[in-house]
């Protein structure tokens, strides 16, 4: 199933106020299995799985990874737009 932009968003709006503890711990490193290290794709990974776009979103750790293969499809802008990570 492929969630829309809207449902990632909600996921997203509903993790307010999580903190890491103590440093860079989280729920969403648990999650992926891979917790104490930099979480910001991860919580990308765990937004899209969560709203049931995994199908699109691949489970990634790392922001340059996923630039370079959005590069390669050529889908990457500089014009920000809904649904756009």
Known sequence: MTA???AVL???RSQLGVIERPTNRT???VWFGWDGVAWCDI???YCAATAGAGDIVPKSA???SRLVKAKAQGIVSRKPS???L
């Open 27 to 29: 729920k969403f490193g």
């Open 62 to 64: 790392a922001v340059h």
């Open 43 to 45: 919580f990308i990974s």
């Open 82 to 84: 809904v649904g756009a």
């Open 4 to 6: 829309t932009a809207q």
């Open 10 to 12: 909600n996921v997203a």
